[in-house]
């Protein structure tokens, strides 16, 4: 929402400058239409993550009360507090959207069977063991991986880089952490993380929406030692 905020007011301040461009008659016409609708698009693509619904025509009646200077209905302390609390209510509900998805699918992708549930809530698949020595919590790994939304949506992956990552146990997210430690070297799993132990009701950037479970498949290659990863 901060984020979203942030956006609306770089937007609110672009809209008075260029308001003052339209007052001066500054800009072309065809200029200033593709403006208008970039910053329309770049406002639109941030509202659309909300959820909310809008009237159009309000909305531009609202835009041009504030870019011309006309008489609004409500002051702008006002009207901030109007936005803040519709955007408040669509979080809330979004995020409850977000976790009744989630908690359907690990619950369906649980009762697979192959799937293996632990106490914490990670679930893991073992697609081919290799038998070799397994990492500890505060090891270093090389692996290959690739990880998807629950939708298919592929946000990384080494494979697709032709580089294998390499990273110590103890700074990942917690679903990675534990996961490898379940994993000996020439192992190759998919875990299906819970969002709690990855990134939780906050996500990651526009890539990795709130309360979501994460799927990787990983191949674990080496367990190495700071003297190797520094080499």
Not at 171 to 188: A, C, K, Y
Request: charged residues 25%; proline residues 4%.
């Amino acid at each position: 929402m901060k984020r979203i905020i942030t956006a609306l007011c770089l937007f609110a301040a672009a809209c008075s400058l260029y308001g003052k461009a339209i007052a001066e008659d500054v800009a072309k016409s065809d200029e200033k239409r593709e403006i208008s609708y970039a910053f329309g698009l770049v406002l639109g693509s941030d509202l659309r993550q909300t959820g909310l619904e809008f009237d159009y025509n309000a909305l531009t009646d609202g835009f041009r009360s504030s870019v011309e200077g006309l008489d609004a209905r409500y002051t702008l302390d006002e009207a901030v507090q109007l936005v803040q609390a519709a955007f408040q209510e669509a979080m809330a509900r979004q995020s409850e959207e977000f976790k009744a998805k989630e908690a359907q699918y690990l619950a369906e992708n649980g009762a697979r069977e192959g799937v293996i549930t632990t106490e914490s809530g990670l679930q893991y698949e073992i697609i081919s063991s290799g038998k070799g020595e397994k990492p500890g919590p505060e090891d270093i790994v090389r692996v290959n991986y690739e990880g998807t939304l629950i939708d298919g949506t592929v946000f990384d992956s080494t494979w697709a880089r032709d580089e294998p990552a390499e990273f110590p146990l103890d700074r990942v997210i917690p679903g990675w952490t534990e996961g490898m430690q379940l994993m000996g070297v020439g192992d190759s799993y998919i875990f299906y993380i819970p969002s709690g132990l990855a990134y939780g009701e906050q996500g990651a950037g526009q890539v990795i929406p709130p309360y979501s479970p994460l799927i990787f498949k990983v191949e674990l290659l080496d367990i190495l030692s700071g003297e190797e990863q520094d080499e």
